[in-house]
């Protein structure tokens, strides 16, 4: 069991999200009122049932958008699958993101806020799925400012090559990786994690960054299922940065079957 600590970081800042998810039901709710009540003042000129049929076309219109985005809001407040979390996910991956962020930004939250909120809801989302692949199907992606910026070691390529000095936290993720039998990698930039997907044909990634790389990953890997951890930056951006290895080894045994010992 994760303690507290690190379970609330794990799903950071999901509130803002539904927060925003609401306003947006409201927008539409009174977008399509307007749409309704303007037109069917002069409509029913042309034809006295006109705004009827006008308005029972909204009504559906609006239902459909806002059950969606209920439906999104109740996945996401109860943790389950209920039963379209793949699709939502990629309306929210595809369509609401942008959408969201311009919403988000119009009534004033930063973009660092924002993407940790969509991280959250999209983790929220792969975590409904109730995904466990064997170790062979899993990848963890991590960025190479996690490495000591001071090790001559040169770990991009094979990160087995760290002689886990524990002076940074590519030990402690190299050895999780070790002990559970999954692949690790370290990319360089997104061209580089895309190539490393390509060859190990993943079924699900436990990715390691920042808001923004983490944002863009998830958008560019969809469908893959990708679980995204936030580093931390006590030195700034992509320098010497850390992660909470209790974190990781708790979306690894969440996601992940047990490494089968042969008999
Ligand atoms: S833990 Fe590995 S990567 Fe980090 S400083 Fe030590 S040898 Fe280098």
Known sequence: MMSEGAETRYQPKKRLFIGLLGIACAVVLGIAFLL?????VGLVNIHPALPV???AVLAVLSLVLVGGLSLLILTLLTGRDL???ERLRKIVIR???PGIISLGRLVGVDRDTLQQSFIALNNQLVRAK????????????????IQLFDCDIKITGDIQKCIRCQRCDISGL?????????????????????????????????????????TSGIRD??????????NHRP???CFNTSVILEEVRFVLDEHVLPVSIPS
């Open 235 to 237: 030195n700034g951006p």
């Open 174 to 214: 190299a050895e999780a990786a070790a002990e559970r039998g999954i692949d690790i990698a370290v990319a360089t930039g997104g061209t580089l994690a895309r190539k490393i997907i390509v060859e190990k044909r993943p079924r699900f990634i436990l990715a390691v960054a920042c808001e923004r790389d983490l």
């Open 36 to 40: 309704w009540w303007i037109p069917s």
């Open 95 to 97: 369509y609401l993101f």
């Open 130 to 145: 109730r995904i466990r692949v064997s170790p062979d199907k899993a990848l963890i992606l991590l960025p190479h400012c």
């Open 221 to 230: 890997s969809y469908p893959l299922p990708v679980i995204g951890v936030l």
């Open 53 to 55: 049929v006008f308005g």
């Open 83 to 85: 039963f379209f979390s």
